[in-house]
């Protein structure tokens, strides 16, 4: 996301030499120096045989700020760039021609991409977003799944996401209490990436405070179990979940 506008990953910046890499100020306020990029990401993923999940970025940064709609179409191009790089044909696509000269001319798999990430802090500019950067990608790639950040129906969004991705940070009863979270949701053709989860607090009314409040420095056996219920839940409901993170798992 960037904490500012300026500040936000773009794919372009993170290829090629390493020492023409810029970098960029992360969005937990160190420096990324970009020597993990887009590239060794997929990399990452085809050696360990895994399916990326990738996204872009849409218009939003941690400073609560949102690009006005007029202003969206040069970063609708970068993310169109962006998936090109990966799965494109380098003989009719300028990014997928540069994945090549990188050592890469194979497409790479993908069939999921999220638009933006928890830009349900954006209540009212993600609505302009995900209807503008969906209705472009979808013509563009219309073989990819799209996935939306924002509360599951609420409200509706246009076009009507078919995948969720839903965080949650909670305490130890929360969890417990939510092993059953997903029983009830409908089977209509809608699925769920539960993409962040973690028990991060003792106290349910400052969960995001201080330790000194009850915020957790590190995991611990309570929690673990609690994530353990929680977990029961989602692979019971493996049907319409098709995916979990644990947070953070790999930062």
């Known amino acids: 996301q960037g904490q500012s506008f300026s500040t936000c990953w773009q794919w372009n910046a993170t290829v090629g030499k390493l020492i023409d890499r810029p970098g960029r100020v992360g969005d937990w306020g160190y420096i990324n120096t970009h020597s993990l990029g887009l590239l060794e990401y997929m990399y990452l993923c ?23 709609e007029n202003e969206l179409a040069p970063y609708i191009q970068q993310a169109i760039d962006q998936i090109n790089f990966v799965i494109r044909n380098p003989a009719t696509s300028e990014p997928a021609a540069l994945c090549a000269s990188l050592g890469h001319p194979e497409p790479f798999p993908l069939q999921y991409v999220e638009i933006g990430n928890e830009d349900f802090f954006a209540s ?32 509706i969004l246009i076009p009507i996401p078919k995948q969720y991705d839903n965080h949650v940070y909670q305490t ?27 028990v991060i607090s003792t106290n349910a009314s400052d969960i995001f405070g201080t330790p000194a409040n009850r915020r957790l420095v590190y995991p611990d056996t309570q929690g673990s179990s609690a994530e ?6 989602l692979e019971r409901n493996s049907d319409i979940v098709f995916a979990a993170l644990y947070a953070p798992l790999l930062m």
């Open 46 to 68: 085809e050696d360990m045989e895994m399916e990326p999940i990738m996204a872009v970025w849409a218009g939003y940064s941690l400073n609560r700020a949102s690009l006005p």
């Open 124 to 155: 009212e500019s993600y609505i302009y977003c995900w209807r503008d950067f969906v209705g472009n990608l979808m013509a563009t790639f219309p073989q990819l799944k799209f996935i939306t950040t924002w509360y599951p129906f609420d409200p």
């Open 172 to 198: 130890p009863g929360w969890f417990t209490e939510n092993a059953f979270y997903y029983d009830s949701f409908q089977r209509n053709g809608t699925y769920y990436f539960e993409g962040e989860y973690a």
């Open 228 to 233: 353990a219920a929680f977990m029961t839940g």
